[in-house]
């Protein structure tokens, strides 16, 4: 991280510098509305919708001055931020690290231990260990301070100081629920205890700009919808372009903590705002002395607008320098002035190329089509500040470098430049020239065949040569500007069926963007097999070069999608898990061992809980004949798990438990530990081999460590859920009427269903306790409800089919109890329906 921002970058200064320049008004009116919002309690999102131009983006610039402890994050498209891409990841990596540098003692160190070791001799089949971890996460915004101290007279043999057997730092896979608690959540938890007054203002600007993604996953709207209780002291300020489909799942998931304000064109204070900023303009010595102009007119025409009021003032600006009289009088001539920012952008345009009519004579419209509108096409398109090199390059206009850079001077005032290279002004600008209601216009741009240029161009100059490419636009973007060209199906599956491209951007950018790549090539073309044999090569190579955990950054950015995606991580998993697909593209032993059996592990566990049991078990043990091979104890762990679970699918619980046994040895840390106990405790209650008092021990003493500060990683709320309702099926198992009232009362309360929207599982849970207790009347429609649809491979189905045939016998319609029974008879034998289909032939 500290290579690639500094201090000042990661804060956004120099941008925020840019927004409170000269001219800056300051909106107290705007400021009271939002900031009264951070006093109630109930608020913890503030909505600000604003039309293009109205100064957003400059407020939330001056709301960070305003608070001592304000994370910002300026959402741009074009912008070369590394943090500041769209999805929840980054947003999250960008609080969190500005959290840990402008509060430190914030953050949670991640380990902290100090050893010191006193020996004799240690003898040469003799080791010593000070310290050993099995996995060390570290938090990307943490500390980890680890001293040993050893001393030994004589040693013979072995002496380790500290043993890492998995050290984990890639901060994008730790997972958004323990992304959020690491950089966000807990600080916050801590600022309270330390300060208790004190709040955490989150800014996030230009929601609207996530309209221009593609791929990727878990954008922040996604985050902002489904984001878990935020602390009391914690508000989260967005900005946005008025935009109801955007925002409208946002809205309605967070209702009751959502907060608005809008800033209305027509409103006296914001004309009011724009008034001010046109006196500070006329105000500029260089404008002084221009004969008076009506600030309000100005203010008028602006609509609101200090973009256009921005635009009107470089314009006028550039007039008076060149002393252009005629342009002068034209820009200060208010009868004729356009209204509105689409109307200013047109006027400008015009006198732009008017100017070229002007200089070229009869050959001004080659001049314009030629030049300055294929740079307009390809800076309109363009997806991040390219150099004036770059824009020739995707212009195809290196052989007439002379007109193009007089072009670019024409173009000047709808240009930004900084130290990145050159963009246009400002998004909206981009939208009026590709506007397909414009096309009769000479200046209209069509999207897609710049596009397919740029693209064109990209892939003529390094098609070849991606493993020596340096131009961090191409391999950033190339695909991004076939998708939007329409080219998928031509041109997508040679460059990424190859997986020269994909190493090549995954060693000089990421991982997780090459992902995206594939992620947005298959929404296109969804299932090929070239993209997915690509990706799958791709991510061999990348293993093979000694990139840890490849399977985890798969399994992050797809392995939770019900999209297209999740078709591509299908066949990707299929070529990853295949030893022969691995000793193609791997030539490292270590590296190729380590890579079959984490993509076999991912695949395996997806496969199980699709109910291909018999192939999970097979790809299972095809990657691990022993499992005393498996170097990781993690993986020993996940594996034991997997294959106990397994058993207890197809009806061998002694052979389940035993399984998870070994699991609960192995585990590394002791959540992991507690599952697989937690797990095992149900089998054991299903096959009649644990007593109910040990039962309900185990889970009361689970129940205490996992809501407890020792616990820690992002299953920790769910499996707190798991246990609630485990102890609902010990009540269920052994009709004890109170202990089901006890546990229903929990799980309506509990936090992991409310904050996932898991009200489907509190449905089954209701069904199941009003069979037992004899609301029939409750029990027989949510049944209906919940065996609508039922998958027929779902998990223990027959135990749902058990309950409402039994709500149905006893309401007295056992000719319906009979039909239900027989179904639930017919449900898979490796679905875990054992326990029941025994019940079931008891009650036929």
Known sequence: MSDRLSRSDLLYEPLIAQYLGPGFVERTWLAGRVEQHFADPGCRFVLLTGGPGTGKSAFLAWLSQRHALSPRYFLRRMSNHPLASGDASSL?????????????????????????????????????????????????????????????????GTMIGLDIERLVVDPRLH??????????????????????????VVLIDALDELRFQFGGHGDIVEWLASCPELPENLRIVVSCRPDRQLLQRFRLAQADRL?????????????????????????????????????????????????????????????????????????????????????????????????????????????????????????????????????????????????????????????????????????????????SGRWREDWYVDAKPFHRRVADRLLAEYGDSWAVCEDEYALSHVVTHL???????????????????????????????????YVAANAELPGNPAIAAGLAATLARLADLGLDNVADHLHAVVGYRNDSAKLLNERVLDHVSD????????????????????FSLVRGTRLRREGQVAEAREVFLRAVPDIDEVPSTHQ?????????????????????????????????????????????????????????????????EALAFLTSPEAAGP???????????????????????????????????????RETG??????????????????????????????????????????????YGKALADSGDPARAREVWEAGLRTPGDAANWPWHALIRREL
């Not at 294929?374 to 390059?393: E, F, I, K, P």
């Not at 599982?761 to 209701?766: A, D, S, T």
């Not at 039922?790 to 998990?795: D, F, L, N, V």
């Open 92 to 156: 999250l990596l960008s609080v969190g690290h500005q959290l840990a540098v402008l509060r430190p003692e914030l953050m949670r160190p991640d380990v902290d231990v100090t050893v010191e070791q006193t020996a004799g001799t240690v003898a040469a089949d003799g080791r010593i260990v000070g310290v050993r971890v099995g996995i060390l996460q570290i938090s990307p915004f943490g500390r980890t301070a680890i001293q040993v101290e050893q001393h030994a007279d004589v040693v013979e």
């Open 175 to 200: 997972d958004l629920p323990t992304l959020q608690n690491l950089a966000l959540l807990d600080p916050a938890i801590r600022l309270a205890q330390r300060q208790p007054d004190a709040l955490v």
């Open 259 to 435: 907060r608005e304000e809008a800033i209305e064109p027509s409103s006296g204070e914001v004309s009011g705002d724009v008034v001010v900023y046109v006196h500070s303009v006329l105000s500029e010595p260089g404008l002084a002395e221009l004969p008076r102009i009506d600030a309000n007119r100005i203010a008028a025409h602006a609509q609101g607008s200090f973009l256009y009021v921005a635009l009107w003032a470089r314009g006028l600006r550039a007039a008076v320098d060149d002393s252009d009289h005629e342009r002068t009088l034209a820009l200060t001539n208010l009868s004729t002035l356009p209204t509105g920012l689409s109307g200013i952008y047109e006027y400008f345009v015009a006198l732009v190329r008017d100017a070229v009519r002007h200089r070229e004579g009869q050959q001004w419209k080659r001049v314009w089509k030629r030049v300055h509108r294929r740079l307009l096409g390809v800076l309109a398109v363009a997806q991040a500040a390219v150099s004036v090199d770059q824009v020739l390059l995707l212009a195809d206009l290196e052989d007439e470098r002379v007109d193009s850079v007089d072009a670019l001077d024409d173009l000047e005032q709808f240009l930004l430049a900084d130290d990145n290279g050159i963009r246009l002004c400002h998004q909206t600008f981009a939208e009026f020239l590709t506007d």
């Open 483 to 517: 998708v939007a060209a329409g080219e998928a199906s031509d041109r997508l599956p040679d460059l990424l069926g190859d997986p020269g491209f994909g190493f090549a951007k995954g060693t000089r950018i990421g991982i997780g963007a090459v992902l995206a790549d």
């Open 579 to 598: 030893p022969e697909f691995l000793d193609q593209h791997m030539t490292d032993d270590r590296a190729r061992g380590a890579a079959l059996i984490a």
């Open 636 to 700: 020993k762990s996940m594996f034991c798990y997997e294959l106990g679970f397994i058993e207890f699918l197809v009806g061998r619980p002694e052979q389940a438990l035993d399984w998870l046994k070994r699991s609960t040895e192995y585990a590394d840390n002791p959540v992991g530990a507690y599952i697989s106990k937690l797990v095992a405790l149900r089998v054991g209650l299903l096959g009649d081999l644990v007593s109910t008092e040990d039962y309900l021990r185990s889970h009361e």
């Open 715 to 753: 299953h920790v709320s769910r499996w707190v859920t798991s246990v609630h309702g485990q102890m609902l099926d010990l009540g269920l198992w052994t009709r004890d009427v109170e202990l089901i009232r006890k546990s229903i009362r929990l799980l309506e309360d509990d936090p992991w269903i």
């Open 758 to 803: 898991r009200d489907d599982i509190l449905l089954k849970h209701r069904a199941r306790a009003a069979a037992v207790t004899g609301d029939w009347a409750t029990a027989l429609p949510l049944f209906e409800t919940v065996l609508d649809d039922a998958p027929e491979h779902r998990e223990e189905l027959a135990r749902d089919l058990y309950y």
